[in-house]
């Protein structure tokens, strides 16, 4: 059972890495599921709704510092919303939600790297496919869910909860 709960976080993390390769969205209503979710694994893992109401305070804290971000025309609207979803589940002490911050951004620049050796060396128009449109057309941006989905599920690995279950199946 607990093999099952410690997998809902990384299983909807790559779904929305996935859906942003794919169509350079993440739709709203995967980013609510993720939040959404976090709920009842905590429950199940016998946590505290104190606790439960703190990763939920946080996520929310994280939401309104992106929200700025967003309208300062620095971050899109998806990347804000699924990083406030994936910091309800990596929480707290701050050392855990910085950690998520930092591997995101190093799995971003990873991404940026990628992207701008694949678009120099692939000629303009090669690909229609719209999954890859991103990967090959010089001012596309990028798919930043992958970065966030990677650095979530690092961060998760370490965090309080995620810990907990793994102690407990492994």
């Not at 350079?24 to 439960?52: E, G, K, R, Y």
């Not at 929310?60 to 899109?76: E, R, S, T």
């Not at 990628?114 to 060396?121: K, T």
Request: net charge positive.
């Amino acid at each position: 059972m607990e093999i099952a709960l410690f997998l809902v976080f990384p299983v909807l993390a790559a779904i929305a890495a996935i859906y942003d390769a794919a169509s350079m969205t993440i739709p709203n209503w995967l980013n609510a599921v993720i939040a959404a979710l976090f709920i009842p694994v905590a429950l199940a893992a016998h946590w505290s709704l104190p606790a439960i109401g703190t990763h939920l305070a946080l996520g929310v804290v994280v939401f309104l510092i992106g929200a700025g971000l967003f309208f300062a025309k620095v971050m899109g609207g998806g990347d804000v919303k699924m990083i406030a979803a994936c910091s309800v589940w990596v929480g707290l002490p701050i050392s855990s939600l910085l950690g998520f911050l930092a591997a995101t951004a190093i799995a971003g620049g990873v991404l940026a790297a990628f992207a701008l050796v694949a678009r120099r060396i692939t000629p303009a128009g090669l690909s229609e496919a719209g999954w890859a449109r991103w990967l090959t057309e010089r001012r596309a941006g990028l798919p930043y869910g992958v970065a966030i989905a990677v650095g979530g599920v690092f961060a998760w690995m370490n965090s309080d909860l995620g810990a907990s279950l793994q102690t407990r199946f492994g």
